[in-house]
């Protein structure tokens, strides 16, 4: 694999990029400071996108939590509607009792009339 197929360039020290008069000590300098510049670009790019995607996550966990409140919600209104439907069956099934079984319990010990 090849040192220039990375995404970082290879910066030569060179001296036909100098300036008449500067001496290698220079000409790292300004290498490393041009470096220092690069790297601060992308650091600032990652930062860009990763504030991007965090965005991006934070609307979907706000769009999440609301969903997640509507469906409790809703929940709740059927926990009611059940509860509800819960009282009005004992209360049919208690009128039922009074009105039949315990008529008919008293009945028992009534004796009849014979149809002639």
Known sequence: MDARSNDAAVISFERASSKPGDNQLDVAGRTILKLIDRAAGIAEQNSLQALEIAQKLSNRLQTAE???????????????????????????????????????????????????
Do not use: N
């Open 66 to 116: 609301s969903r997640v409140a509507e469906q409790e919600a809703e929940v709740e209104t059927y926990r009611e509607k059940a509860d509800r439907a819960e009282q009005w069956l004992h209360r049919v099934y208690t009128e039922i009792e009074d009105r039949f079984l315990r008529q008919t319990e008293g009945m028992r010990g009534v004796p009849q009339r014979r149809k002639a």
